[in-house]
């Protein structure tokens, strides 16, 4: 995900569900039309959970990465 | 001689200092409680005032009375917490030190966070807002009816389920549910945040023509046009909307090192320590823990805390798993029509959730009796 600038990222690692999608919900409502912000999970469901509400709020999902054993990062537009 | 102080005269913390005076002499140390209020409230019994079933002004009694006279209490608003002085600052500028700190703050019901709630929506959150409804639902004569969660995490997590229920059975009862379309909106992708409860709950839904919308995170209340907006961009119009406002920590714990931006305390899931300080205990409403925030939640986390001090104040280890908490939470659900289920549930087993039965509903209605004699008096 080089050369994306990140807005506002939260590790949400520890917290289980729905504590990363509620925090990606969080982001979202404080970031401005056009940013990019990212939660990193350690929960299997967001896997489920945060795209499908990205694409329920048609936001965009920019991306997603593993960036530890078991840990993932969502990045998401917000763009409306 | 140590001096325990414990904030906050609801449910969890006057258990907490009604066992610790039961479990220490006069002379091991002395106990006190600051509260805000010299009442004390049972809020499970605020879901029955907008159907008319209870009276506001019956629900809560004084706090002084329901304190072993032991235990003192003082009636302030903690204003400032300074962990590494081991004092507090209250409202009414006095600074009060600690050996033992006990957290039992509670949440708050915050509608003003929310563009146009107080205008446009209700809630069942205090006594006064719950009989506003009263008022609203007996004119009430059919239209839309919207009930929702509009912040996750909130008190009662079962409570805005069992509100619409109860709002299915009084429209029938009194004549006018075929004129009234009833949804329910939540958070997140099912009508509940625990698997399991999520089949029996969609069953009465669909027994009741009750129409879900998940995934509504509540954005705003338009008052005048009676439109309520998601973040995800659903408008949903309305005749009455009664909406779960955003909870928070108390005032005092908002942003604070040893909490979260909303007065979350930082919280230990078995020992209910704050942040690994040796000497302060959390429970009930204001922990971060992701666990319902109940009264039975405050329930049965006391004792932990109780085993902790006591050990702590008589120089003895803690008595091995006593002095743990495992999750345990134990809420009824009210489905409306005489009947009632129960949910019982720890951090490693999630509930077993059965049909709703005249008995649980009967055991509800005489635990709603029962808590004054029983629960904040730690008789159970
Ligand atoms: C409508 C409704 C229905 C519910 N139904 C159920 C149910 O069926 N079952 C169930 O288990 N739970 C239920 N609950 C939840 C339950 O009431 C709470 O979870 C429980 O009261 C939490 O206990 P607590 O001690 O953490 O907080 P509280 O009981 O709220 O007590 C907090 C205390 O702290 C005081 N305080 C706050 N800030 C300060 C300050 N700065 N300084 C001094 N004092 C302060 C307050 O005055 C209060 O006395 C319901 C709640 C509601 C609103």
Redesign the interface.
């Known amino acids: 995900m080089e050369g994306i600038q990140i807005a506002k990222e939260s590790d949400a690692r520890g917290?289980?569900?729905?504590?990363p999608?509620?925090e990606m919900?969080r982001l979202?409502?404080s970031a401005n039309v056009g940013d990019v912000v990212a939660v990193i999970s350690g929960d299997e469901g967001s896997k489920k959970?945060i795209p499908?509400?990205i694409n329920?709020?048609?936001y965009e999902l920019v991306g997603t990465e593993e960036v530890a054993p078991g840990a993932t990062r969502f990045l998401c537009r917000k763009n409306h | 001689m140590k001096k325990i102080l414990i904030l906050g005269g609801g449910t969890g913390g006057t258990i907490v200092a009604n066992r610790l005076a039961h479990a220490l002499q006069p002379q091991d140390a002395s106990i006190e409680v600051i509260s805000d209020s010299p009442l004390h409230y049972y809020q499970p019994a605020q879901l029955y005032i907008p159907f008319g079933e209870e009276d506001p002004r019956k629900i809560a009694r004084s706090e002084r009375k329901l304190l072993n006279p032991q235990v003192k209490l003082r009636i302030d608003t903690v204003s400032e917490w300074i962990p590494d002085k081991q004092a507090l600052h209250t409202a009414r500028g006095d600074t009060i030190s600690y050996d033992f700190l006990v957290i039992a703050t509670g949440s708050v019901p915050c509608p003003e966070e929310v563009e146009g709630f107080v205008a446009g929506a209700d809630h069942f959150y205090t006594p006064e807002a719950a009989y506003r409804l009263y008022h609203k639902l007996s004119e009430f004569e059919g239209g839309r009816l919207v009930v929702g969660v509009g912040g996750i995490p909130y008190k009662c997590p079962v409570a805005p389920l069992e509100f619409t229920l109860l709002a299915e059975a009084f429209l029938a009862h009194k004549g006018i549910r075929s004129k009234t379309e009833i949804v329910y909106t939540f958070p997140l992708n099912d009508v509940f945040n625990i698997q399991s409860v999520v089949p029996v709950v969609r069953e009465l839904f669909e027994q009741r023509s009750i129409r879900a919308e998940t995934f509504f995170n509540l954005e705003s209340v338009d008052a005048e046009k009676k439109l309520v907006k998601s973040l995800e961009g659903t408008e949903l119009p309305f005749d009455i909307l009664v909406m779960t406002p955003p909870h928070k920590g108390a005032p005092f714990l908002r942003g604070h090192p040893m909490a979260d931006n909303d007065g979350w305390v930082k919280t230990d899931r078995n020992t209910l320590r704050v942040n690994d300080l040796p000497n302060v205990w959390a429970l009930g409403d204001t922990t971060n823990l992701p666990i319902s925030k109940a009264g039975s939640t405050a329930h049965f986390e006391a004792p932990a805390i109780v085993e902790q001090i006591v050990a702590a104040i008589r120089r003895e280890e803690s008595p091995p798993g006593k002095a743990t908490y495992n999750g345990h939470v134990t809420c009824f659900i009210d489905s409306g029509y005489g009947k009632a289920t129960i949910l019982d549930f720890d951090y490693d087993h999630p509930p077993a959730v059965y049909e709703p039965n005249e008995f649980r509903h009967l055991q509800k209605m005489a635990f709603n009796k029962l808590y004054w004699y029983l629960v904040p008096t730690a008789v159970i």
């Open positions: 917290s289980f569900c729905p504590g999608l509620m919900i979202v409502r959970d499908a509400w329920k709020a048609h």
